[in-house]
């Protein structure tokens, strides 16, 4: 039985990085962050820039 291993591909790299994104509260104009980290599944919401750093910084990888 021969196994070829192939390199992943930089799409499916890039699909477990940490996505963030924030987004503007329409009626209180309050900018709220959102998280979320494909490996783990762990999803939130993040009230500052330095929050969504602070949980960047301990994930697994930068």
Sequence with gaps: MNIKWTAPSAESLASLQ???WQDCDRTTQKVQWH???PISGEAGSL?????VEEWLAHRAYS
């Design 47 to 51: 009230e500052s820039q330095a929050d």
């Design 18 to 20: 940490p996505r963030v």
């Design 35 to 37: 998280v979320y980290d």
